[in-house]
C-alpha cells in the first residue's frame, strides 16, 4: 500500500499560471480533502469529497476546483494562480461506512509546496 | 461555528520532563476528537481517536483524555524523537456529513 500519494513535491508558478495538483490513494477510501497550511495557521479545508462524483465547498474554496471522477483521484486545480495560494498542500482520505457516519482517521500524502511570484 | 484552540503554541521540555498539552473546543455534538502528529515537511499521523468523555487512550510515551470541554495530551518522559507539533482535530455532524475541525497545533520541542 503506498498510502496517500501526491505530485508535485514543489512548484513554483507565476501569477496568472494555472496548474494541477495531483491526489491519488489506494485504500479505498470514500472521503478525501485537499487543505492548505500556512505557517502558525493549521490546516485549512479547500474542498472535500464524500465518494466518486460527489464534491462540496470547504472553508477556503475561492480560487480553486476540484473534480471526483474515480474513488482514488482526487485532482486539485488552480486557476489563475495568486500569491495568497502561497502555501503546503495537503491531500488526506479517510473511511466512512456512509456520508453522514462516523469517519475514521484521515489518512494525509507527503505535501505539495507551492510558491506564486 | 466549530472551534478548536490548542495551547501553548510552543512547548519546550528537558528530556524526561513529563507535561501536557491542550486541546478545547466548542463544536455542536461532538462525534470523535482526533490527535495527529507532524515532522517538519511532512503529513500528519495519526495517533488517536477519542469518542466519550471519560475515555483514554495510550501508546508509549503519550496518553490522550477527554473531557467535556477539552482534551489533554499527555507526554511521559519525552525523548528527543518526540519532537514535533501535535494536532488536535473534532469530527462533528454539518450538512449530513462529519465535519472535521483542526486545530493550529502545539509545537514541542524536547532538549537533550
Known amino acids: 500500500n503506498a498510502g496517500v500519494t501526491q505530485t508535485p513535491k514543489f512548484r513554483i508558478l507565476k501569477i496568472g499560471q494555472s496548474m494541477t495538483l495531483q491526489c491519488t490513494q489506494d485504500?479505498?477510501?470514500?472521503?478525501m480533502y485537499w487543505y492548505r497550511q500556512d505557517p502558525g495557521m493549521g490546516l485549512k479545508l479547500i474542498y472535500y469529497s464524500v465518494g466518486a462524483g460527489i464534491t462540496d465547498k470547504g472553508e477556503v474554496p475561492n480560487g480553486y476546483n476540484v473534480s471526483r471522477s474515480t474513488t482514488e483521484d482526487f485532482p486539485l486545480r488552480l486557476e489563475l494562480a495568486a500569491p495568497s495560494q502561497t502555501s503546503v498542500y495537503f491531500c488526506?482520505?479517510?473511511?466512512?461506512?456512509?456520508?453522514?457516519?462516523?469517519?475514521?482517521?484521515?489518512?494525509f500524502g507527503p505535501g505539495t509546496r507551492l510558491t506564486v511570484l | 461555528e466549530d472551534q478548536v484552540t490548542q495551547s501553548p503554541e510552543a512547548l519546550r521540555l528537558q528530556e524526561g520532563e513529563s507535561s501536557s498539552l491542550n486541546c478545547s473546543y466548542t463544536v455542536s455534538g461532538l462525534r470523535g476528537l482526533f490527535w495527529y502528529r507532524q515532522d517538519p515537511g511532512k503529513g500528519p499521523e495519526f495517533l488517536f481517536t477519542?469518542?466519550?468523555a471519560g475515555e483514554e487512550k495510550e501508546k508509549e510515551r503519550l496518553k490522550a483524555t477527554l473531557t467535556k470541554k477539552e482534551s489533554f495530551l499527555h507526554i511521559t518522559a519525552p525523548k528527543p524523537e518526540d519532537s514535533a507539533t501535535y494536532l488536535c482535530?473534532?469530527?462533528?455532524?454539518?450538512?449530513?456529513?462529519?465535519?472535521?475541525?483542526f486545530g493550529t497545533g502545539t509545537k514541542l520541542q524536547v532538549i537533550p
Open positions: 482535530a473534532v469530527q462533528a455532524l454539518m450538512r449530513g456529513y462529519q465535519k472535521v475541525t
Open positions: 477519542l469518542y466519550s
Open positions: 488526506a482520505s479517510s473511511y466512512s461506512k456512509a456520508p453522514g457516519s462516523l469517519q475514521n482517521e484521515q489518512f
Open positions: 485504500m479505498n477510501h470514500n472521503y
